[in-house]
Nanobody, 122 residues
């Protein structure tokens, strides 16, 4: 059974930094896509970044100047380093996984974590 567990959320002041981690378990190989998403209250879930099986990362232009994603495939961990945080970054952050790791459209994300809350105060 696949499981994704996020950690590292919390409260921070504007301009600060926060790191999130997602540990995946239950996959039979390392060939799967992993990604980070955020969801603000009352809004749709928004894509932040995707990691392919080879650790190649692509990320949204809305965040790639401040948010940095890395993947440790050996440990099945996807990390999200967030810097220069702003109040509008306040959201629930979700880790997702699925697919074969080579092609990673949003539809392959069938496994989701419970999410971790990030609150940025001004």
């Amino acid at each position: 059974q696949v499981r994704l567990e996020e950690s590292g959320g919390g409260s921070v002041q504007a301009g600060g930094s926060l790191s999130l981690s997602c540990v995946a378990s239950g996959f039979t190989s390392e060939d799967y896509c992993m990604g980070w998403f955020l969801q603000r209250p009352g809004q749709e879930r928004e894509w932040i970044a995707t990691s392919y099986y080879d650790n190649n990362i692509i990320s949204s232009s809305s965040y790639n100047a401040r948010f940095f994603v890395t993947r440790d495939s050996a440990k099945n961990i996807l990390s999200l380093q967030m810097t220069s945080l702003r109040p509008d970054d306040t959201a629930m952050y979700y880790c997702a996984a699925g697919g074969n790791g080579a092609v990673c459209p949003r539809a392959v994300y069938v496994h989701w974590g419970q999410g971790t809350q990030v609150t940025v105060s001004s």
